[in-house]
Nanobody
Framework: VQLQASGGGSVQPGGSLRLSCTASTIINAMGWYRQAPGKERELVASIIGGGTTNYADSVKGRFTISRDLAAKTLYLQMNALKPEDTAVYFC?????????WGQGTLVTVSS
């Protein structure tokens, strides 16, 4: 399984970005994680099965995870971004009990 993430960049507080992650095959359990400097990697949002989603409390109401199974693509729409959202964002997929990771894309929120 290969994952290719894109869409990171620099944005001012309150701005928006959309991350994309294209997989080499259809996977029903996928998510986004992030790792800020000096911190551990944390789950941001996940989507599994028929579309059940889960979000970290810190992003609820601001981020939306979605997917296009036909395009084998996972998305993360990030609105109302805050400086504390600054991190490298990683796409994750779970298949046959194996974890797969994309290469990470940097999101910087700063004025």
């Amino acid at each position: 399984v290969q994952l290719q993430a894109s869409g990171g960049g620099s944005v001012q507080p309150g701005g928006s970005l959309r991350l994309s992650c294209t997989a080499s095959t259809i996977i029903n359990a996928m998510g986004w994680y992030r790792q800020a400097p000096g911190k551990e990697r944390e789950l941001v949002a996940s989507i599994i099965g028929g579309g059940t989603t889960n979000y970290a409390d810190s992003v609820k109401g601001r981020f939306t995870i979605s997917r296009d199974l036909a395009a084998k693509t996972l998305y993360l729409q990030m609105n109302a971004l805050k400086p504390e959202d600054t991190a490298v964002y990683f796409c994750n997929a779970i298949r046959a009990r194996q974890n797969y990771w994309g290469q990470g894309t940097l999101v910087t929120v700063s004025s």
